[in-house]
Structures are given as structure tokens and as C-alpha cells.
């Protein structure tokens, strides 16, 4: 049921004057636990170059000789006979002048460069070298200057052979203009040929997880209090150059050597380190729900499987299912168990495709591909929850009470608040995952969402986060039709964009790793959400926007003022009496501020706030988001009880297509 709310005739509109509202102390609908949430899928060099920690690019030789240079004479080239596997035939040959003397070998100058900390770092790589000699790797700035060594032993052989050593710099570089050289004495492999593969190097890993997350994106991450995990995508779970190029979930899974990678949605490589396993050892560490996304037979450069061809791709997703949730006995939870998860993982949540309603891909989704695949799916898994990722088109009767849509919305700041009465009015019978919502762009005069041909914000500023606060007002008002959120894309990597805004960016340097303003509004909210809807009274929203949820023992109110005058709000909240309320806000110097790297202009503060009587007043100013969170006694809290939403006029809609 929706949230009751009552709203007075007239608006909020004098300057300075003050807002009262009211909460009551019924519950309305409880509030999913998927409030907020993280969408990933690799694109602006988020994994590779980001997310993932290896340093190193093009660490398994698919681009060439990019990134890599010679050292004291050699000449590196790419050798296509000496393969390290069948996933991996390319290699880097070294040759070393027959008079080579000093330091010789060759360097990686990782992503744009290697941040060098005083940590452990885990250096490897594949050889094969018929010399006997002593190897040496080490960080290096540009002018050579050395922060940290390790040495070991290579035995010759004819064979490929792994070889590791771990640096401990004994000082901090200044910034990221730095290397990883791997080099030999030149008198000892003088005339050599060598051949080298997945040259690595990792720091330390977000809860030391072997192949592992960056430690400060992950912290980062971690720290906003998503409860969901998204991925793999996004257009990347598509593709973009056929069939063919779609991410497949059996080549991201084993060891690195088996791990051909390929050129993503996104037109960079991607070595598919962070694989399906990797993604699932990321929800467990943080303690996220999730959601898999499946390939349904749509391509982005419009590729669609007729209905006569689509039988191998839904027995693909479901090999995908048993990998992840079949016993171990089973021919895919046998590979699960071989790659050290004996038992399955929690999967309850699947999404058919991504944004199938674009692409041409809207007629063949509703007629016949979402219907085979949900098929399929619960015919093996009947509990499972399945999400369509074109909204707008009827859920088949079979999938009723089992199906979710997928809506996405990006634009500029005035259309998100436009649709903050969105959920009001839509039919209730499907319930909804906003799983991609973003202000990408300044406010134009056009009534349209945005413009592609025009510039987008190059970081989410405050006017934005302030919009995206209000439409996330309005989900979580409507929590027994919304069951998520979350903005999208999460993660970017200055220099090498491919999509601006986004929550989180950062480069090689983990001082440059900025959380944008975006990013404080999503974890304001998403660590200051209840279990259940609290109904409000007050004027009809705008410019400030409020919803209230709560628990036994708490209420949690959040604001957002768009574009209004700074406003005195008094909350009643049942049971607050005399005690003492939080009121969380982020803010910032003007609407088009934003964070930047090392350049943090956003505001987050908590101030005590008394109440008196039930009464907690707190002073919200214009493009602030706030929440107040009150500890009460007696709060009344029950059962649900229906309720009915008293606004305009409602007629009941459907999402778009």
C-alpha cells in the first residue's frame, strides 16, 4: 500500500517562513532492504585500471607492447609462437644485447602511472628463459628513482614457470609518475631471449583477498552502506561487436592463464580478472544482496536472437545458475567446488538482459525473450525473483509475483525533480528496482531530460544531488512499489572516461580518490532508513521534499530543499518528547560545487537538535539535503495500516518504454 500523506492546498513560498510537518506513528509499507544500492559494469577503466588492484596494463600482452619499454638496451617485441596457455597465445619477447652490460630488462608504467605507498606489494610474473640468473623487480620513478627492490632466483627451463617477490617501499612516492621494472645483470643474460606473461603486481587488497578490490575505492564503496550489488552490467553484459562480444560468464571464471579477456561494451580490454567469483567474493565482503545480471539475446549494435536461435543463450544463463547454485555434485557446481566454493552461493534476484527496450530490442523482449528465459529460470528456481530490464510492457501471467522492472533515469536537475511524484500514480502490480538514476547534466530551458549532443557534468555537483535527493524522497515514500535505487555509473577513472558523472573517481594516486557529491547524499540516506514508511503530514512537497521511515525505536526524516529559501522545519515526531534528535546534512557553497580531486568542497555535519514536546526543529537551507534521525519512546509502532495517498489527482500509468 502506499504511504499515507496529507498535503495542504497552498505551497511553501514566503521567504524565511516556517515549515511544520507531522508523523504519525502508524506504519505503512515496509521499506525493502534494497535501500540504496551499487550498480557496477566496466566501463571508464573501472575494474581494469580502477577496482580491480592489478597496476599492471596489459599485464596478459593483448595490446601489443602498450605500457611496457626496454631497459638498458633490450628490444621487446610481441611473439605469437610461445603461448602461456590457449587463452593467453601472445607474449612479450626481451632480447638482451650480446654485449649488454648493467641493468637490462624492460618496465610497465601501469594505468597512467603507479602510486607507490610504503606497503607490501606482490610482484609476479610468467617466464620462460633457458638463463640461469638473478631477477630483480622494483618501483621507479620516471627519473629512476628507486622506492623499493626485491630480488630472486630464475632457473633455466624450457617450460613457462611463475616467478614472485614482494616490494616494500621505504618511502612514499610524491605522486604516481612511477614504474615497475623487472631487470637482470647484463653479463649474466647477455645474448638472451626471453618470453614473458601476466606480468602483476598488486598492493594490499580490501580484506586481503588474493586477486582482490583496490583497498581505498573498496573502502570507499564499503563505507556509503549500499545493501545491493548490480552487475555485471550495464551495456557491458551486452556487448558491442556481435554476439560474440557479450560478457561470458564461463570465461571469467578459473585461473588467470584460462582468462582470455576481451574488448568491452566500452571499446577498451578487459583481462576479466574481476570475474563472476571475484563479483560474488565483493557481495560477501560487503555485505550486499546480489543481483545477476543474464545476457538475453540483445546486443548494443542491435543485434537481435530470433526466436528459433535463443534456446543456446538461456541454456548458457542457466549453466551460469547451477555454477552458482547447484550442489556440488552437479556438472557447473563441480567447477564451483573446484575453484574453491564447495557450497553455493545466495542468489535470489535476476535481471533478463539490460535496457532491452533500447537497441530495437523492445518487440522481441516482450514477445517472446523475457518470456523464455523467466521460464526457464523458474522452472528450475521457483523462489527466484526475476527483473525485467525493459520496463513498460506486461509481466507474463507465470512471472506475476516473482517479477521486478528495471527503470532507469538520467537528465538535468529541474526534470528530476519533475518526476518526484513519479511513483504516486504508477499501477502497483509490478513492483519497481530503479537500478540507474544520475543528473548528468546543468539545467537548459527544454522540458526534455537531457541532451546528448551538449556537454554533461564532468562531476555530480550540489544542485544534481540535491535533485536526486527529492526523487529518492519520492521512491522511498513509495517503498511498497519501489524496491531499490541506485545511482549509476559508480566508478570512473580520471583521464580515461568514457561516461561522465559519476559517484566515485579517482586515478593511479589513492590520494586523488574522490567521493563526489552524489556520493554523500546516497550514503546520508542510505545509512538513515527504517524498516517500515512512516506517513507525513504537511504543505505539498516543493521546494522542500520530505519522506519519514522508521523503526521500533527510530524515525528517520529526510529533506531536501531545491531551490528554495533557507526554511525553519519543525517535525512532530510521536514519541520524541523532550529528547535529543541528530540532523545529518550535506551541503555545499553553491549549487554548481562539487568535489574534485584533493579539492573537497562538499559539507557533511551532524548536529544535536533537543526536542520539545514531540517538536524538533531544525534550519535546512537552500539546495541542503538533510535527515533527521530520533531515537523515541512509545513509538506506537504496529502492524501496517492501509492507507490512502491524498495528493492531485491520480490516474494510473504505466513506466515508459
Not at 217 to 242: D, Q, S, T, V
Not at 471 to 490: F, H, W
Not at 616 to 634: C, K, Y
Request: charged share 15%; hydrophobic share 35%; with cysteine.
Amino acid at each position: 500500500m502506499r504511504a499515507s500523506i496529507t498535503w495542504a492546498a497552498a505551497c511553501l513560498v514566503a521567504v524565511g517562513r516556517g515549515l511544520d510537518l507531522s508523523v504519525s506513528a502508524t506504519d505503512s509499507a515496509a521499506v525493502s532492504p534494497f535501500f540504496y544500492g551499487m550498480m557496477f559494469e566496466e566501463i571508464n577503466y573501472s575494474g581494469d585500471g580502477g577496482l580491480y588492484a592489478e597496476l599492471i596494463e596489459n599485464r596478459n600482452i593483448k595490446q601489443n607492447t602498450t605500457s611496457y619499454g626496454s631497459i638498458g638496451g633490450a628490444t621487446i617485441f610481441i611473439n605469437n609462437e610461445n603461448p602461456l596457455s590457449p587463452a593467453l597465445a601472445q607474449s612479450l619477447q626481451i632480447t638482451i644485447p650480446r654485449n649488454a652490460t648493467g641493468r637490462v630488462g624492460f618496465f610497465n608504467k601501469g594505468f597512467d602511472g603507479i602510486g607507490v605507498l610504503q606497503q607490501d606489494y606482490q610482484a609476479s610474473f610468467y617466464i620462460k628463459s633457458v638463463a640461469n640468473a638473478t631477477f630483480r623487480v622494483d618501483l621507479r620513478s620516471i627519473e629512476d628513482e628507486v622506492f623499493g627492490s626485491a630480488e630472486g632466483s630464475l632457473t633455466a627451463s624450457p617450460n613457462w614457470q611463475q616467478l614472485n617477490a614482494t616490494i616494500t617501499p621505504s618511502s612514499q612516492a610524491p605522486n604516481a609518475n612511477n614504474t615497475f621494472a623487472v631487470t637482470f645483470d647484463g653479463a649474466e643474460v647477455a645474448g638472451q631471449t626471453m618470453y614473458f606473461n601476466l606480468v602483476s603486481l598488486f598492493p594490499p587488497t580490501f580484506k586481503d583477498r588474493p586477486n582482490g578490490l583496490r583497498r581505498d575505492i573498496a573502502e570507499a564503496m564499503n563505507e556509503m552502506g549500499a545493501k545491493f550489488l548490480r552487475f555485471p552490467g550495464g551495456n557491458n553484459l551486452e556487448g558491442n561487436y556481435g554476439l560474440d562480444s557479450r560478457w561470458k560468464w564461463n570465461q571469467t571464471v578459473g585461473p588467470l592463464t584460462d582468462r582470455a579477456g576481451r574488448i568491452g561494451a566500452w571499446t577498451y580490454p578487459n583481462t576479466d580478472g574481476l570475474g563472476l567469483i571475484e563479483y560474488l567474493e565483493w557481495t560477501i565482503d560487503m555485505g550486499l544482496t546480489p543481483i545477476l545480471g543474464l545476457f538475453a539475446g540483445l546486443t548494443l549494435d542491435d543485434v537481435n536472437v530470433p526466436e528459433y536461435q535463443l534456446q543456446p543463450y538461456i541454456d548458457d544463463a542457466m549453466n551460469e545458475l547451477e555454477f552458482l547454485l547447484g550442489d556440488s555434485n552437479t556438472t557447473y557446481g563441480a567447477q564451483r567446488s573446484a575453484v574453491g566454493y564447495p557450497e553455493p552461493f545466495d542468489i535470489q534476484h535476476v535481471e533478463i538482459g539490460n535496457e532491452d527496450n533500447l537497441n530495437n530490442g523492445y518487440q522481441t523482449y516482450s514477445t517472446y525473450r523475457y518470456r523464455m528465459f523467466a521460464d526457464a529460470v523458474l522452472a528450475k528456481y521457483p523462489n527466484m525473483t526475476i527483473i525485467s530490464s525493459a520496463p513498460g510492457f506486461d509481466i507474463p501471467e507465470q512471472s506475476q509475483g516473482h517479477g521486478w522492472a528495471d527503470y532507469h533515469l538520467y537528465g538535468r536537475p529541474d526534470h528530476l525533480v519533475s518526476q518526484h511524484h513519479q511513483y504516486d500514480v504508477l499501477n502497483r502490480s509490478v513492483p519497481v528496482l530503479a537500478g540507474e538514476v544520475a543528473v548528468v547534466q546543468g539545467n537548459l530551458p527544454d522540458p526534455s531530460g537531457w541532451n546528448r549532443s551538449l556537454p554533461r557534468l564532468e562531476y555530480p555537483n550540489m544542485i544534481g544531488a540535491c535533485a536526486e535527493a527529492t526523487y529518492m524522497i519520492g521512491a522511498e515514500r513509495n517503498a511498497d512499489l519501489v524496491q531499490g535505487i541506485t545511482y549509476a555509473p559508480l566508478l570512473n577513472r580520471i583521464g580515461r572516461t568514457q561516461w561522465y558523472p559519476d559517484l566515485i573517481s579517482f586515478t593511479s594516486d589513492p590520494r586523488d580518490t574522490t567521493r563526489s557529491t552524489s556520493y554523500l547524499v546516497n550514503q546520508l540516506f542510505a545509512h538513515n532508513v527504517g524498516s517500515t514508511v512512516a506517513p507525513m503530514s504537511g504543505p505539498q512537497p516543493g521546494p522542500i521534499y520530505y519522506s519519514a521511515t522508521k523503526t521500533d525505536s527510530q524515525y528517520f526524516v529526510k529533506l531536501a530543499n531545491y531551490n528554495g529559501t533557507d526554511t525553519s522545519v519543525s517535525v512532530t515526531i510521536p514519541g520524541g518528547g523532550n529528547g535529543t534528535a541528530s540532523f545529518s546534512t550535506v551541503s555545499a557553497p553553491d549549487g554548481l560545487s562539487y568535489n574534485s580531486p584533493r579539492k573537497i568542497v562538499t559539507q557533511s555535519r551532524t548536529t544535536q537538535v533537543t526536542g520539545q514536546n514531540d517538536v524538533f526543529t531544525v534550519n535546512i537551507a537552500n539546495l541542503m539535503v538533510g535527515v533527521l534521525a530520533a531515537n523515541v519512546s512509545g513509538s506506537g509502532a504496529g502492524g501496517a495500516v492501509p492507507t490512502t495517498l491524498q495528493t492531485v489527482a491520480t490516474s494510473t500509468v504505466r513506466l515508459p518504454k
